[in-house]
């Protein structure tokens, strides 16, 4: 055998192209043998064939063996080990992969391939490649549809039309998918343009190291991983790998912990919402995705796996086949519960990817958050951690998003600041609450708030307990006297007017949350069963975005339990009973506010942790209200005397607040300033329409006789735009 000086038999292949000129030259000898054993007089050349044959498998086959040992194995090599593949399904492989990719084999194939089609079948590679009966059944079995090959789409096989209705295995046409003959010859990794739809390479970018997780997770991830290695009892397709289901919130970390405990390893990712299409579709997609995972020795993840449980049965059945006949090592991330794909598919095994605890929030927002850059007074990860619990994802993004704002805001000092981070994670929970619930927001502050002493003091108590809460429970031990019932849930209980919305929003505020109010009318249903499907979304989605929730005039939903006297009374019941479970194991802050604290249920009452009753002003109060309620910048005339018009006239807070905007906007009517006699006018007419008798119009000054059309005009607006 001729021997090539600048390749040894013993020196590793440089470039796949170096080895697939050598696979070129024994497939000559292949073809050629095959010519000679048709000859009976060609004895001693078809000696000598075999044995050049059998020099250039062995010098291939140290070629092969030297670059595994140095660390480089060939693209070939790499798919052999990975789907353990046999040694001639690797033959076929070789030829399929000369005959389309290098213009001399065309011609040397001819005879045996015949000239109605460049595709050779079954059957001609049976001839080529088997020198015996047996061999040339293992060819037939490796292309069946259950083989390796078939089933991870590396090897197509297509039929002929002149077979009718269907072709037999020996006559189908057989070819390499596009993806395994780019990689055969080099192509590493793909193009992401020429990836199918719904698949995508993740490379993780951190080792186990730079990974901050809660204590324990990567170890009980690895265990996971080993026992997933571990075959089920065969099936008459061969061994049965189970699938590891990872199950948690949505960017929790996941894949970059599944990445770090198999470095080099990329993760071929497949969304689960891409396969409910058809029967086809299905199998061409989950195949390419197999096929990718086998050529990069890596792992298939199946992204959003819980909406696999909703496929119809022939594709979920076409999907279990794939999935557990596969060689490749197959994880499903689910975002929500997975009990229907479980029981449809209980070869899996969950395992519970635990949401990080507050030290390790902690310990991500300061990791991810650069030091280069300055932080407000009173910027706070704790505060942010104590307000958000965020999954591991969530965080880095949210950490990018307040870097690139602080960045490119154009200021010479770039400042991380508590309002850019909220603002930040408001975008990453997002909200769905839909008409269900809507946002508050206050511009007031703790200054606009007006409440005797011992109120003032009960509110703050709702503050202090938001702040020392983790503390109190843990490192204080309340935990465990606590099973349940460890939400921030309060009633607020007062008259019309007395500020327990403004004392909700205050609240809320200065804890850090995000406060909606829920909209009743579109959360109570007529049908049974829709409330508490409406409620139960509610709650679900303040757990998801970590806000607050602020039930106004909560004695609609939260009144007493009925004798049941119909089917209306017991359903309502059932809602009031589900409310009641659903805030006793809610972890979040509950506001509520109502009219008539009797109207509510009494099992309510015992779960609120803080039950504060708002009563009117007192004249202290009024007069302070009457002050407050007038803008720095709203011309007055000199000389107001507050405490008059709050001896003069007992009203609310809200009252108050209606009576000085209706005020004013009659001193811009008459194009002048806010007087004590418009005040009193105003303060008069919120007690008429509130039933309060005051002092006759006489006692009130002429100002308010003969008023002109404007006045009335616009005391008609302030009417409408009433609370």
Excluded at 91 to 113: D, F, G, I
């Amino acid at each position: 055998m001729h021997v090539d000086p600048a390749n040894p038999p013993g020196q590793p292949y440089d470039l796949p192209l170096d080895h697939l000129r050598e696979e070129h030259s024994r497939l000559r000898l292949q073809l050629r043998r095959r010519t000679l054993t048709q000859r009976p007089t060609a004895t001693e050349e078809l000696t000598d064939c075999n044995r050049e044959l059998t020099e250039l498998s062995e010098r291939i086959g140290a070629r092969l063996a030297e670059n595994e040992r140095l660390g480089k194995p060939l693209p070939l090599t790499r798919v052999q080990r990975s789907l353990s593949l046999s040694v001639p399904e690797v033959s076929l492989l070789v030829a399929l992969l000369l005959a389309e990719t290098v213009p001399e084999v065309r011609p040397l194939l001819l005879p045996l391939l015949g000239t109605g089609s460049p595709q050779g079948t079954v059957g001609h590679y049976m001839d080529l490649l088997g020198d015996s009966e047996a061999e040339r059944q293992q060819i037939a079995d490796s292309l069946v549809p259950s083989s390796t090959l078939r089933r991870h789409g590396l090897v197509l096989l297509a039929a002929d039309p002149a077979w009718a209705p269907t072709t037999p295995l020996l006559m189908q046409r057989v070819k390499l998918s596009d993806r395994l003959a780019s990689f055969l010859r080099g192509e590493e990794r793909p193009p992401l343009h020429t990836l199918p739809h719904g698949i995508s390479l993740y490379v993780g970018q951190r080792s186990l190291a730079q990974l901050t997780l809660p204590t324990g997770t990567a170890e009980r991830l690895r265990d996971a991983l080993d026992e997933c290695a571990q075959p089920l009892l065969s099936d008459a397709d061969g061994p049965v790998l189970p699938p590891l289901c990872l199950t948690g919130l949505r960017r929790s970390g996941r894949k970059a912990l599944l990445a770090a405990l198999l470095p080099q390893r990329p993760l071929v990712v497949l969304a689960a919402s891409s396969l409910q299409r058809g029967e086809l579709e299905l199998a061409q997609t989950v195949r390419a995705a197999l096929g990718e995972a086998a050529l990069q020795q890596g792992v298939l993840y199946v992204a959003g796996a819980e909406l696999l449980g909703e496929l119809e049965p022939a594709l979920f059945e076409q999907l279990r086949r794939l999935l557990l006949g596969s060689r490749v090592r197959v994880v499903l991330a689910a975002d929500g519960p997975i009990d229907t794909l479980w029981a449809r598919l209980p070869e899996l095994l969950p395992f519970d990817f635990p949401m990080p605890d507050r030290a390790t929030q902690i310990a991500l927002w300061n990791s991810l958050l650069p030091v280069d850059i300055a932080r407000e007074r009173g910027f706070d990860v704790r505060t942010l951690a104590n307000n958000y619990s965020l999954p591991a994802g969530a965080i880095h993004r949210c950490t990018s998003e307040m870097v690139r704002s602080a960045r490119v805001d154009g200021s010479k000092r770039p400042t991380l600041t508590m309002a850019a981070a909220r603002e930040a994670v408001r975008k990453q929970l997002g909200n769905r609450f839909g008409d269900l619930a809507q946002l508050v927001s206050t511009t007031l502050s703790w200054e606009d708030l007006v409440l005797p002493p011992e109120s003032m003091e009960r509110v703050l108590e709702i503050v202090a307990y938001a702040r020392y809460r983790e503390q109190l429970l843990g490192q204080w031990g309340f935990e465990r006297k606590l099973p349940y019932g460890r939400s921030i849930s309060v009633l607020l209980a007062g008259a019309p007017g007395t500020g327990k919305t403004m004392v909700a929003a205050l609240v809320a505020k200065e804890i850090g949350l995000e406060l909606f109010r829920v909209n009743v009318a579109r959360v109570v249903e007529r049908f049974a069963g829709e409330t508490e499907k409406n409620l139960a979304r509610i709650f679900d989605e303040a757990k998801r975005q970590q806000v607050a929730l602020l039930f106004d005039e909560a004695d609609t939903l939260f009144g007493r339990r009925l004798d049941v006297r119909s089917s209306q009374d017991r359903y309502a019941n059932m809602a009031v009973s589900f409310l009641l479970q659903a805030v006793e194991s809610h972890d979040g802050m509950l506001l509520l506010t109502t009219n008539n604290e009797k109207l509510l249920d009494d099992a309510f009452r015992r779960r609120l942790r803080f039950r504060i009753a708002l009563p009117l002003p007192g004249e202290a109060e009024r007069a302070r209200l009457w002050k407050s309620m007038i803008p720095t910048d709203t011309p007055v005339e000199p000389g107001l005397n507050f405490e008059t018009l709050a001896n003069e006239f007992d009203l609310s807070g809200g009252a108050i607040k209606n009576a000085v905007v209706r005020a004013a906007l009659r001193a811009l009517a008459q194009g002048g300033v806010v007087t004590s006699a418009l005040l009193r006018r105003c303060a008069k007419l919120e007690c008429e329409e509130m039933g309060i008798l005051v002092a006759s119009e006489s006692d009130l000054g002429p100002e308010n006789h003969d008023e002109p059309a404007p006045n009335e005009a616009a005391d008609r607006q302030v009417d409408s735009e009433k609370d």
